[in-house]
């Protein structure tokens, strides 16, 4: 099946994680990405490491820029920058994540450029928006701190800290790839491109979904409560004979089963633990009885037991133990994308899956300029 995306041009002027998550991802569709990066330098990722790949690119790097071409271009250059716009002038798309009002001053503003290319979708990532915090320097760290996410991430009894991963930048990039496919489809109608603005704070409070809700509709503080869940009882790690348990527990039935499997059917009808609220609000007495029953056997076979009886159960695994789960589910979460070189990038697969199959053949991420002359070329005929 072709590509969702084919002949579509993103001129990708963006750098770190959430602007090239985003156009690897239209990337993975079918797109056609050209990045435009520093002469020298490129992207910041590239000097994020260790670790490394085997193509020299950092890890980092490689995470979000499969499937694109580099080039190198200088924007304070005259040449240069008239073949930036060459590209945007060929390109479908255009994203940036300059500090607000920089892309604009080197002359690649939304206004002007909409004048000049009327069919053109225009992103731009930032850390805060485009009014007061334009002036704020924008990273995910920060962005969990002040949006409240450290606040309700981490122990009860220990300071706040941060997601394992650059979780806002991951949301910001995919909320932009939404807004990208929405303006191209409003295109369809309209004939007419439009500006997408998205930015760090706005997609890590739009994530925070029953915790934000809870606060603007309903006057409530949400606070850390480790791994445990504020509505929902059990809905944590448990500790078993060797190692924790996750278990979610989502409604009163699977608690039955749940008591049963354990051999404690009695948890279910004291009055204590028979509904959701009522568990929530005797937590701790709850842990102690199943941890006491989960005492008797180790965290792998609990999780089977349970999953058997359709409660949802899984024991803490590390990462790579996390990708030999997803193998052996038949979910093939890694595969082999390849350079021009020959040489090969180990990936991690694209969430979204299609069938029939989508005839996407997608490259290794590139080294830096890797196609500088071939890009060059095309941006310098006449047409």
Request: include cysteine.
């Amino acid at each position: 099946m072709s590509a969702p995306l084919d002949g579509v041009i993103i001129a990708d002027f963006s750098r770190v994680l959430a602007g090239p998550l985003a156009t690897m991802t239209l990337a993975d569709l079918g797109a056609r990405v050209i990045k435009v990066e520093r002469p020298g330098a490129g992207d910041d990722t590239r000097a994020w490491g260790p670790p490394y790949a085997a193509s020299g690119n950092t890890t980092y790097f490689e995470a979000a820029n499969r499937g694109k071409e580099s080039v190198t271009l200088d924007l304070t250059d005259a040449s240069d920058a008239a073949r930036a716009h060459e590209l945007i002038r060929r390109s479908d798309v255009v994203i940036e994540n300059f500090r607000p009002g920089q892309f604009a001053r080197l002359g690649f503003g939304w206004e002007a450029l909409s004048a000049q290319h009327p069919r053109l979708v225009y992103a731009s990532v930032s850390g805060f928006g485009l009014a007061e915090g334009a002036a704020l320097p924008g990273y995910d760290f920060v962005a969990q701190a002040v949006g409240g996410l450290m606040h309700i991430t981490g122990d009860a009894h220990r300071d706040a800290t941060k997601a394992g991963v650059a979780l806002v930048d991951v949301l910001a990039g995919k909320d932009a790839v939404i807004g990208i496919l929405a303006a191209l489809r409003r295109r369809e109608h309209t004939g007419r491109g439009s500006r997408v603005d998205v930015n760090l704070l706005s997609s890590l409070q739009a994530a925070l979904v029953n915790q934000v809700s809870a606060n603007v509709g309903a006057g409530v503080e949400p606070r850390r409560l480790g791994n445990r869940h504020p509505s929902i009882a059990p809905y944590e790690t448990l500790r078993c004979a060797d190692a924790p348990i996750a278990v979610a527990c989502g409604n009163d039935a699977q608690f039955v089963k749940m008591t049963a499997e354990l051999g404690v059917p009695g948890l279910a009808t004291d009055p204590r633990f028979a509904r959701n609220p009522d568990r929530v609000a005797h937590r701790d007495e709850l842990v102690v009885a199943l941890e006491s029953a989960l005492a008797h056997d180790i965290a792998d076979n609990w999780a089977d037991r349970l999953n058997r009886v359709g409660v949802a159960a899984g024991v803490v695994n590390s990462i790579g133990e996390g990708i030999a789960f997803a193998e052996r589910l038949g979910l093939e979460p890694v595969w082999e994308a390849r350079g021009q070189d020959g040489r090969h990038s180990r990936q991690v697969r694209s969430p979204v899956q299609w069938e029939p199959g989508l005839s996407v053949t997608t490259a290794a991420p590139p080294l830096l300029g890797e196609h500088d002359q071939a890009v060059r070329a095309w941006l310098d005929e006449v047409t």
